[in-house]
């Protein structure tokens, strides 16, 4: 063969391997930029997925809160199927068989929940849980601010189990609350026809979303007697006052009001408050031995001559602890004995001598931080009184005093769903429910999905890689 034909053979193959090459690198290209399609779609995806899982937990956790019962027209049944909750687990479907079937269902629910045997079932199971009999509303348990249920001071029945508590001033939504009403919801779908077999019938045939509303009902039927009923409590001063009342200047009349008292425990308040600092008490621990409510009576002296000078009658309140180490009234006598750093107010402070002892109950106190706590109280006396725990007329000791917490205000404690409105970007008012992380946690994977926000960084990432832009901008 001559020469010329095997250099172009030679080039032939060279220029076919050179055809192949640019074949497989423009393969390998394609193959690289489908696993970026691929890796990108896959991350489109797990958003959507994400975003979708979000969708349907907010979906259930307001047909929980709000007792939504979503009924399909025939034309959907027949298309999609009869829709409640979309993963299946919101309030009961009603039968298929028609809008009208749907309709009668939820007739006969509703007319079950406002039967009597059902109004019967639920007072009997109020009672039972709270562990009362025929109660009537001023007479209801209050709920033991300060402890919780597993607090060996919290209501229990005959068998030791923790009886059921409400706050009467807050709504049917608080946090404590729903609490309670699911708990008497549970009891009445699991084991209603066994407190009340009368109800068995109505229990047959009423929707969730009927039966709790019959409870809440009941709950706000109590809760407004018991606002009707209650009586006021006398409550202490409110507020730090920063400015000193004279004694000198008070009047020698009777003690008849509670900002008279106040006046004159101030002032002995403040002298120890002054005298405090220099004294073995000063640990945070006895900060509640240092309020107006936790000061004695200073009464007038009723065998005064109107010569004499003025001097109060003090009397030390019998709920006062006595126990070796936590004397409360030693407190007083050793900071009492301290000269006042301050002589110019001490000499402006009118005489108390001691009385006899005064027969009476923690005074009550709006907030924690002037309750009487438990250290300050004589054992026997909580025994005989633990309605004082259960009305918050005392409060726990509190962590520094050996308990698991401390106490805390009851709008801390009432960590529910709490509602409101705002206005949306457009103007318009949008109502807000704030879902309670530490007490719902499918309402926490709702309003804080974490996943989903990793699952954005991981597709913004991508979305910023240099070698993803030709995927990004096709």
Not at 56 to 63: A, C, G, I, S, T
Not at 268 to 283: H, N, P, Q
Not at 328 to 334: E, P, T
Not at 384 to 402: D, F, P, T, Y
Request: with cysteine; aromatic share 4%.
């Amino acid at each position: 063969m001559a020469p010329g034909a095997n250099a172009a053979r030679l080039d032939a193959a060279v220029q076919a391997i050179e055809n192949l090459e640019k074949q497989v690198e423009n393969l390998k290209k394609t193959v690289e930029k489908a696993e970026k399609i691929s890796q990108v779609a896959q991350a489109r995806i797990a958003v959507l997925e994400e975003e979708n899982s979000v969708i349907l937990k907010r979906l259930k956790v307001l047909e929980k809160s709000e007792g939504i019962v979503l009924v399909a027209t025939k034309d959907q049944q027949e298309t999609e199927g009869a829709v409640t909750g979309l993963d299946g687990t919101g309030p009961e479907p009603p039968p298929a068989g028609g809008e009208e079937d749907a309709e009668d269902v939820l007739a006969v629910s509703k007319k079950a929940g406002d039967s009597k045997p059902i109004k019967e079932l639920v007072t009997i199971l109020f009672n039972h849980l709270m562990g009362t009999d025929s109660v009537k509303p001023r007479d209801l348990p209050l709920y033991p601010f300060g402890i919780d249920p597993t607090n060996e001071s919290w209501p229990k029945s005959e068998r030791g189990t923790p009886l059921t508590r409400f706050n009467w001033d807050k709504s049917a939504d608080s946090g404590i609350n729903k609490v309670g009403i699911e708990a008497i919801f549970n009891l009445a779908k699991s084991n209603g026809a066994d407190h009340c077999p009368a109800a068995k019938s109505g229990l047959e045939k009423i929707q969730d979303v009927h039966l709790r509303g019959r409870i809440v009902t009941k709950f706000k039927y109590y809760a407004r007697e018991w606002k009707k009923s209650k009586k006021p409590l006398q409550e202490a001063a409110e507020d730090d006052n920063d400015e000193e009342f004279e004694d000198a200047d008070s009047t020698s009349k009777p003690l008849q009001d509670r900002a008279h008292k106040n006046t004159r425990a101030t002032s002995k308040l403040a002298a120890r408050e002054r005298k405090r600092g220099r004294s073995e008490y000063t640990d945070p621990k006895y900060n509640s031995a240092f309020t107006i409510n936790a000061m004695s009576d200073d009464e007038d002296d009723p065998e005064r001559i109107p010569s004499d000078p003025i001097q109060y009658i003090s009397r030390i309140p019998s709920y006062r602890s006595e126990l070796v180490g936590i004397q409360v009234q030693r407190i007083y006598d050793d900071v009492d004995k301290i000269p006042d750093p301050d002589p110019d107010k001490a000499k402006k402070m009118t005489r108390r001598v001691r009385g006899t002892i005064k027969e009476c109950d923690p005074p009550a106190a709006k907030h924690i931080r002037n309750k009487i706590r438990v250290w300050q109280v004589k054992p026997e006396l909580l025994d005989q009184n633990k309605h004082w725990l259960e009305n918050g007329r005392i409060v726990a000791s509190g962590i520094a005093w050996g308990d698991d917490a401390d106490p805390v205000e009851a709008d801390e404690r009432d960590m529910g769903r709490k509602r409101g409105s705002s206005m949306d970007d457009e103007g318009h008012r949008t109502k807000v429910i704030v879902l309670d992380e530490v007490q719902d946690s499918e309402a926490s994977a709702a309003c804080v999905p974490a996943g989903l926000e990793q699952r954005r960084q991981q597709l913004a990432m991508l979305r910023t890689d240099p070698r993803y832009a030709e995927v990004f901008t096709e």
